[in-house]
């Protein structure tokens, strides 16, 4: 069936039901070792991973792994420009599950992204990435503690689909031409906008099939976490981008009511239902000017249309969550993308999932990042209905390869979130544990080392990093 890789002799192959793996004890998991540092930082996450699975499970429970090739190490095996080999595609599609170090992107041939192609190749639509604090971890911000969200982050669509055309080409002028000239002028709400005939063009397209079925994943973990971080934001810019952002917005709502009505609460509806149960004889007038400061100056169509809102979910959800049932819901609520990056450091404790649009949530998720410490602290997931990836969210650092001395925390942290994805929780607890008392006793690698105060004056080498992991398990 392959090429040039062999899968191992023993274990078996995880498949998936209803978009939910299903995992054998003795499971066979592809990896790509990653390149630049990826030759330390895998190593040092593998013992961790293995250590931490003999801890839980004894005998119980091994993972077999199976070496797969990507990026630079897949030139040398396979030829030039063969970044992401046939191979490779078969073995993350046939196992299921994989995890991965850092690839770097090809210059001057091959494909635009690697990380980027696994995604769309696979279908890997929701890019999952918890941010939560290590205690000691130095940090910029002065409630690093504070925040513990996970961004979902669609991964398939938004600019990231690559549709565009450089400036000056035919086809660029060819689609300024009839935007222009056929489409604008025909959209009454364009006025006379006119695109500059030396721009690139870019395609932002933003589905609902896309934007729903990741919201429901954020929903479905929301599910899952203890009650105080039930709550799911929508993030987009939709007040500029009505049909794409704001779009996605309000096919999260719609979702909420059609698949999570029992299990769920808008914000805007849990004020229309605590106005209610504060005043019982509140009238549906004086309702919908609380929920909407600005109501008095609203023309009377758009007033009659809050307070046909408030009629509706006082005569839909009064039996099944009014009377304080609402706060045992989950919460979904919408932010401006702008407001919610001054938001997760102004009032962190405030947010637990965040779900957005590919773009926004490319920043969003490196910004909070930060706050807990760095890319190098950072996680993530790729997950689809059939397959999942889990990956460094940092680069390979090629000037540090092969020094025995990077942060191998990004590609530790997400084999915990793997072994959590396939419900191997006692092993991923172990693993947190461990890394947390590294880190509280200032056994670190010198990133971390060099900015901790007191200052660590003899960092750890990545390797004995992995070791300081697993001696607090």
Sequence with gaps: MYEKITPPSVGSRI???????????????????????????????????????????????????????????????????????????????????????????????????????????NDLYACVRPCRYYKGTPSPHKTPEKLDIIVYRENTEDIYLGIEWREGTEMAQKIIKYLNEELIPATPEHGKKQIRLDSGI???????????????????????????????????????????????????????????????????????????????????????????????TLTPEKQQEICQEVETVLNELWDSHGEGKWQEKIMVNDRIADSIFQQIQTRPDEYSILATMNLNGDYLSDAAAAIVGGLGMGPGANIGDTCAIFEATHGTAPKHAGLDRINPGSVILSGVMMLEFMGWQEAADLIKKGLGAAIAKGQVTYDLARLMEPKVETPLKCSEFAQAIISHF
């Design 15 to 121: 498949t998936f039901s209803e978009g939910k793996p299903i995992v054998p004890d003795d499971p066979i998991i592809p990896f790509i070792r990653g390149d630049g540092t990826g030759v330390d930082i895998w190593p040092a996450t593998q013992m961790v991973l293995d250590a931490a699975i003999a801890k839980a499970y004894e005998k119980k429970r091994q993972v077999h792994w199976f070496k797969i090739y990507a990026g630079d190490e897949a030139c040398d095996r396979y030829g030039t420009f063969q970044y992401l080999p046939e191979d490779t595609l078969k073995a993350i599609a046939e196992y299921g599950i994989a995890i991965k170090g850092p690839l770097t992107t090809p210059v001057g041939g091959g494909i635009r992204s690697l990380n980027v192609a696994l995604r769309q190749i």
């Design 202 to 296: 870019g395609i932002k397209p933003i589905s609902k099939t896309g934007s729903q079925r990741l919201i429901r994943r954020a929903i479905a973990n929301a599910l899952r976490l203890p009650k105080e971080k039930q709550q799911v934001t929508l993030v987009h810019k939709g007040n500029i981008m009505k049909y794409t952002e704001g779009a996605f917005r309000d096919w999260g709502y719609e979702l909420v009511k059609s698949e999570f009505r029992a299990e769920c609460i808008i914000e805007r509806e849990s004020w229309i239902l605590s106005n209610k149960e504060k005043n019982p004889d509140i009238s549906v007038e004086e309702n919908a000017r609380t929920i909407d400061p600005g109501y008095d």
